[in-house]
């Protein structure tokens, strides 16, 4: 049985950071291509970063490039999001989320739909 399972939330001033980590059972992430994703309510989930299989390949939403960084760590079956400089605008639950896709199609990753397991979220909060 597949379960992914976001960790690494909390509360944080403005300007912090925070390192969000993503970890799997039942597969192997490097199999895989990995995003994060953010939702908050009453909003639709939009996507943050993606990496693609086996590493081929990282994309950033314009709204975190520059702050955000996707980071594998394979042998230990992870993926990391390091979040630096935040805003309260980042404030969201955070998912990972793994797809099925051919190594360096990372453009396909930004599509929620590319995506077949999801973990339960991390919720990330930023305060002025």
């Known amino acids: 049985q597949v379960q992914m399972v976001e960790s690494g939330g909390g509360l944080v001033q403005a300007g912090g950071s925070l390192n969000l980590s993503c970890s799997a059972s039942?597969?192997?992430?490097?199999?895989?291509?990995i995003g994060w994703f953010r939702q908050t309510p009453g909003k639709k989930r939009e996507g943050v970063s993606w990496?693609?299989?086996?590493?081929?390949?990282?994309n950033y939403a314009d709204s975190v490039k520059g702050r955000f960084t996707i980071v594998e760590d394979y042998p230990n079956n992870r993926v990391y999001l390091h979040m630096n400089a935040l805003e309260p605008e980042d404030t969201a639950t955070y998912y990972c989320?793994?797809?099925?896709?051919?190594?360096?199609?990372?453009?396909?990753?930004?599509?929620?739909?590319?995506?077949?397991?999801w973990g339960q979220g991390t919720q990330v909060t930023v305060s002025l």
């Open positions: 990496v693609g299989r086996n590493g081929s390949g990282r």
């Open positions: 039942g597969l192997s992430l490097n199999d895989y291509g």
């Open positions: 989320a793994a797809a099925f896709s051919p190594p360096g199609m990372v453009g396909l990753l930004t599509h929620e739909a590319a995506y077949t397991y």
